[in-house]
């Protein structure tokens, strides 16, 4: 991972320096290249409509039943279902120490 991360601050930098000595202002290019890419609600619409559609109306019914049990929830007034499937005995460590005499 880190090789990676070496990697791309490389690219980074070699980057950075190509433009600063080419005379092009690297934050202008940053802001072409982040105008070019589009946002979340153009990305949305698209990337539904390349889900087959059992799989876009099982998904859409996963969220709406999500949503609506935690309405409900909410409105009992009860702290909605926890995700964790830890015991209490899971919690505790496994060995304390000499026993007591």
């Given at each position: 991972m880190t090789v990676l991360l070496r990697?791309?601050?490389v690219i980074g930098v070699l980057s950075y320096l190509a433009l600063?000595?080419?005379g092009a202002d690297p934050a202008?290019?940053?802001r072409k290249l982040a105008g070019?890419?589009?946002g979340a609600g153009a990305a949305l619409p698209a990337a539904l409509d390349a889900l087959p559609p059992e799989s876009r109306d099982r998904a859409v019914r996963a969220v709406l039943a999500?949503?609506?049990m935690?309405?409900?929830s909410r409105r009992a007034g009860e702290p909605p279902a926890?995700?964790?499937?830890?015991?209490?005995a899971d919690r505790q460590?496994?060995?304390?120490g000499v026993a007591p005499r």
């Open positions: 990697a791309v601050l600063m000595r080419s202008g290019e940053a070019a890419v589009p999500r949503g609506l935690a309405e409900l926890s995700i964790d499937t830890l015991e209490e460590p496994a060995w304390r």
